[in-house]
């Protein structure tokens, strides 16, 4: 069992920046894919960034602002947020999975970034 908790959200202007964190308890964290998805209002949830031992990947919306990485000694991963829109703005989640192709079972509460114009 693992238990995520996002932070680092916040309200900020449009070009600043931001560093999400998601903490997550329970054991052999290094063994999950963790990954970053926010839901927008109206708006269907969608994927942002995932990150495993060999390969980093990020959203085409986000790829060169955005950037994924983790520490597992820390058992934390980050969501470095750089020249934020306003379309940026939405729920951020953290999940972890067992491998690239199984489901993402594991979700956190999630954490509001707001960017004004």
């Known amino acids: 069992q693992v238990q995520l908790v996002e932070s680092g959200g916040g309200l900020v202007q449009a070009g600043d920046s931001l560093r999400l964190s998601c903490a997550a308890s329970?054991?052999?964290?290094?063994?999950?894919?963790m990954g970053w998805f926010r839901q927008a209002p109206g708006k269907e949830r969608e994927f942002v960034a995932r990150?495993?031992?060999?390969?980093?990947i990020v959203a085409d919306s986000v790829k060169g602002r955005f950037t994924i990485s983790r520490d597992n000694a820390k058992n934390t991963m980050y969501l470095q947020m750089s020249s934020l829109k306003p379309e940026d703005t939405a729920v951020y989640y953290c999940?972890?999975?067992?491998?690239?192709?199984?489901?993402?079972?594991?979700w956190g509460q999630g954490t509001q970034v707001t960017v004004s114009s």
């Open positions: 999940a972890a999975r067992d491998g690239e192709y199984q489901p993402w079972k594991y």
């Open positions: 329970g054991r052999f964290f290094s063994n999950y894919e």
């Open positions: 990150i495993s031992w060999s390969v980093d």
